[in-house]
């Protein structure tokens, strides 16, 4: 079975380290943040000027003034700071955030990375896009593994026009949770119930695959 | 003491010398902390063919997008413009240039803007259609892509409390693109919620000296929410 998207942010949770500044992107990412390990305390980036962004508000604290990225009403955590957009992206483009989790359309065995316009559909823009994949060492790319109509989106090379160049080096796919290595794919894990065969049939990119590839375990919360 | 006075009594006095064809930056992330009563009063001078840098272009009937209504805005630099039907249109009518910037590469033009850099490298953007033309160099084993500064005619910022000379702090996250628009216009307006006594703020709290400031007003402000996102 293919991974849901709470299944998905699970996963991608089981990366954060205790005392991690971490980044979310709109979607799937975003669900990371209900599933932060016990034990472990992170501190989430939201790159319109947020470091420790919160809960979403109650009725009463609702503030106009208080939003994230995606530009939804938000609050601070104790701890939180406050700063202007280049303020913001001194962190990213510095390096400072530890993790970043994104969604994308293709990535590529080169590690590219192709999310923010297909030529011919209406563009909307980039966001903070283009400086958080060419600030951090450390993304993980959360995608489903192949479109609706079965074609691939872990390629040989990426079609759409790019976000980044050579900066991706973690995949986790609706399949299956797989690293990106001198040119290839690494399958690293898979989805329970999902076959190594299924995933190298929607994988159009080069491929490696361990002895051992474990299957994903969860827990229901 | 009067040549330190920023206050001005109205917004037709505010925006004071804005010209077609003149260059603005605004402050503000979607419909938070946007100078939402400069902007009426641009849509009020009708002054057109303006190039604009904002990270956003409002939305249908608020924010900058009003200024659309009247095709006033012929050019435009920002990171994201969805959520805006009319901008969609000009934008394909070819009624409008978009110069899509990555959100930190438009922040750091402004910032360099009012900070006499002219350039700067940044690897955003390198090997994207962004990079394309640009002047590229190495820098210890990795790409960087040549980007220029950002100054404005006008910088128009929304801040929350400032005193007459033109110090001013903003408010949690609308400060955003605000304090970096204020140091590159040549001429920088302010527009607060309360202009408080000199001394009322704290001079290590300042987020904007009023060195950059020329002008300040009071208004009220709608503040607008664009996604009302609540708990339970």
């Known amino acids: 079975m293919a991974l849901t998207r709470e299944q998905m942010a699970q996963r991608v949770a089981r990366e954060l380290e ?19 390990p016990k034990g472990i305390d992170v501190m989430l ?3 319109n000027g947020l470091l420790g962004m919160g809960r979403f508000p109650t009725e009463e604290e609702l503030d106009a003034d208080m939003i994230n990225a995606g530009k939804q009403t938000v609050t601070a955590r104790p701890g939180a700071a406050i700063f202007s957009s280049a303020e913001s992206f001194a962190m990213i483009r510095g390096g400072h955030v530890d993790l970043t989790v994104l969604g994308a359309f293709e990535v590529d065995q080169e590690g590219n990375i192709a999310s923010w316009m297909v030529p011919g559909k209406l563009i909307k823009g980039m966001g903070g896009a283009m400086d958080l994949v060419a600030g951090a060492e450390n993304i993980i790319c959360t995608m489903t593994h192949a479109s609706k109509h079965g074609e691939s989106k872990l390629l040989e090379k990426c079609t759409l026009p790019l976000t980044g ?11 299956a949770y797989l690293e990106i290595k001198d040119g290839a794919f690494v399958l690293k894990e898979r989805a329970p119930g999902v076959s190594v065969e299924e995933i190298i049939e929607k994988t159009a990119g080069k491929l490696v695959i361990p002895d051992h590839v474990p299957e994903m375990t969860f827990v229901e919360e | 003491m009067a040549g330190f006075d920023k206050r001005v009594a109205s917004y037709a006095e505010a925006m004071e010398g804005i010209e077609d064809g003149m260059t603005v930056l605004a402050g503000g992330f979607g419909l938070c902390g946007i100078p939402e009563n400069l902007i009426a009063e641009i849509k009020r001078r009708g002054v057109k063919n303006l190039t604009v840098a904002s990270n956003n272009c409002g939305v249908d009937g608020f924010g900058l997008g009003v200024l659309l209504e009247d095709r006033q805005i012929s050019r435009i ?7 805006n039907a009319l901008f969609e249109q000009q934008m394909l009518n070819d009624e409008i240039e978009v110069i899509l910037t990555p959100q930190g590469t438009l922040a750091e033009k402004m910032r360099a803007g009012g900070a006499g850099i002219p350039a700067f490298y940044t690897a955003t953007g390198y090997g994207t259609p962004i990079g394309e033309g640009k002047e590229v160099r190495e820098f210890n084993g990795r790409h960087y892509i040549l980007e220029e500064a ?25 400060q955003n ?56």
């Open chain 2, 77 to 83: 630099f920002a990171s994201y413009v969805g959520e």
């Open chain 1, 18 to 36: 205790d005392g991690f500044y971490v980044n979310l992107g709109i979607g799937i990412p975003t669900l990371v943040a209900n599933y932060v």
């Open chain 1, 45 to 47: 980036q939201s790159e």
């Open chain 2, 177 to 232: 693109f605000n304090p970096l628009a204020a140091t590159a216009g040549k001429i920088t307006v302010v527009e607060v919620e309360e202009i408080v006594e000199p001394g009322e703020l704290e001079p290590s709290q300042i987020h904007t000296p009023g060195i950059y400031v020329d002008r300040i007003i009071q208004g009220t402000f709608e503040k607008r929410i664009e996604k009302r996102t609540v708990h339970g």
């Open chain 2, 150 to 174: 950002l100054v404005g005619d006008f910088a128009i910022v929304k801040g929350w409390k400032a005193d007459r000379y033109g110090n001013v702090v903003y408010r949690h996250t609308a």
């Open chain 1, 165 to 175: 160049a050579g900066c991706i080096n973690r995949v986790l796919t609706d399949l």
